[in-house]
């Protein structure tokens, strides 16, 4: 019977996980196949949006999931233009002169990387029959993201905040459960459990984006070597961020005290 739950479970997630598929599918394609006549940023941005005009056309995604996605594309551009801006340089994209869809130093399909975060986590409401239990005031979740978003620009001139951002975090969810069913049988998790693992998965992926270079970090351009784990923090506070927007839609989940 545990097997038989695993199996369903890994079936659930991937499930919740196919844009995110999708676009890792993508990268590794484009790495190995050059495809003709487009450079590799454009068809990647049309394949993304190709995808998820499927998604809305065969009822993958509803309407106000889609309105969330949008949010984190808007969002996440915003964010992806400070960041690969010359002055700051968290990151770039090594061949966004090859590309049409870009504004800026921003390839226009990074967007759907953040879109993807979100797509996961609102699909793991359905797949997964995600239900919270204890979850702290709405308006903590809300001053929580709010800080996260802007600690991600302020960082880089004034003092960073992230470490009373993850104190925050525990204080505010120590207590938190998820309850979901992917079967027969009920389970719960520690929410912080969960934000971690989740945190674990985007930097695996996030080890396929820039070993396929779609994206590399400063150290990462002469040679290629692992993400620092220590992405692994930003990753997670913006799992919160990303949890507070898809929050929008699926608030009746979320009992109180």
Known sequence: MYLVELWYFFIASLRASYFGVFLLSIFLLTEVITVPFISRYD????A???FQICALLFRFESLKEFFVILLFHLLATVMELFKTNPAIGSWTYPDTHHAIFVLATVPLFTGFLYSAIGSYISRAFVFLKLSYERFPSYYHLWILAGLIYLNFFTHHFV?????FLFAYVFVIFWRTK?????YRAKHSMPFL???????LFVWIAEN???????????????YWHLVSFEKMGSWFLL?????????IIYRDKLQHN
């Not at 003092?159 to 470490?163: A, E, H, K, S, T």
């Not at 998820?178 to 992917?182: G, I, K, S, T």
């Open 239 to 247: 799992l919160i961020l990303s949890f507070a927007l898809v929050s």
């Open 178 to 182: 998820v309850h979901f069913q992917v």
């Open 193 to 199: 459990v969960t934000v971690v693992l989740t945190s």
């Open 48 to 50: 993304a949006v190709g």
């Open 159 to 163: 003092y960073d905040i992230r470490y």
């Open 208 to 222: 396929i984006g820039t070993f396929t270079k779609i994206w590399l970090y400063p150290n990462q351009i002469e």
């Open 43 to 46: 068809f990647i941005f049309l």
